[in-house]
T-cell receptor, first 112, second 115 residues
Framework: LAKTTQPISMDSYEGQEVNITCSHN???????ITWYQQFPSQGPRFIIQ???TKVTNEVASLFIPADRKSSTLSLPRVSLSDTAVYYC?????????????FGKGTKLSVIP | GAVVSQHPSRVICKSGTSVKIECRSL??????MFWYRQFPKQSLMLMAT?????????EQGVEKDKFLINHASLTLSTLTVTSAHPEDSSFYIC???????????FGPGTRLTVL
């Protein structure tokens, strides 16, 4: 499973755009990139998933360069409620079991 | 989206007792369920993977005789922590995937405290 590296923590003011970059240098051809959000004492919540280029949903955008060795989660106009740990994962999707390996994550603190 | 529930949400027990945690997929059939453990200020660590009707596959270092997993139906998996000790105190989280295997849906977690 591809290992991921992301900043341990980030601070941001309310209303700003936050970009969290994740490195996954040994990503395999069939791996997908998935981001999860976790609040204290809760299970992780799916944010977004992508394979290449750009993916956008109502919550975030995911930018993946052509070499796929990194990805950037973009959260527009964060609020205090976005304070959480964000995990970047790469995993083989489909083909039976879809196993995830969680790294240390990025603790985002949104400041009023 | 798909919903996964866990019961109980928190449990406190005495050392030496066994505790059962249930994980249910409420609106989809979960062909595969996963069990994770998370210690304070740490990331989730996968404990085991279970497919309905077959034995669970445990990760290295996880004692299968201590953490009994049963996945008897497509909507229910149980984790039993046998003879629990204080070092087993942790946050236990389950997740499930449906037949498409495109996403893991996580439960809310169960906080286990062993006195």
């Amino acid at each position: 499973l591809a290992k991921t590296t992301q900043p341990i923590s980030m601070d941001s003011y309310e209303g700003q755009e936050v970009n969290i970059t994740c490195s996954h240098n040994n990503i395999a051809t069939n791996d997908y990139i998935t981001w999860y959000q976790q609040f204290p004492s809760q299970g992780p919540r799916f944010i977004i998933q992508g394979y290449k280029t750009k993916v956008t949903n109502e919550v975030a955008s995911l930018f993946i360069p052509a070499d796929r060795k990194s990805s950037t989660l973009s959260l527009p106009r964060v609020s205090l409620s976005d304070t959480a740990v964000y995990y970047c994962l790469v995993a083989l999707r489909g083909a039976g079991s879809y196993q995830l390996t969680f790294g240390k994550g990025t603790k985002l603190s949104v400041i009023p | 989206g798909a919903v996964v529930s866990q019961h109980p949400s928190r449990v406190i027990c005495k050392s030496g007792t066994s505790v059962k945690i249930e994980c249910r997929s409420l609106d989809f059939q979960a062909t595969t369920m996963f069990w994770y453990r998370q210690f304070p200020k740490q990331s989730l660590m996968l404990m085991a993977t279970s497919n309905e009707g077959s034995k669970a596959t445990y990760e290295q270092g996880v004692e299968k005789d201590k953490f009994l997993i049963n996945h008897a139906s497509l909507t229910l998996s149980t984790l039993t922590v046998t003879s629990a000790h204080p070092e087993d105190s942790s946050f236990y989280i389950c997740s499930a995937t449906g037949q498409s295997n495109n996403e893991q849906f996580f439960g809310p977690g169960t906080r286990l405290t062993v006195l």
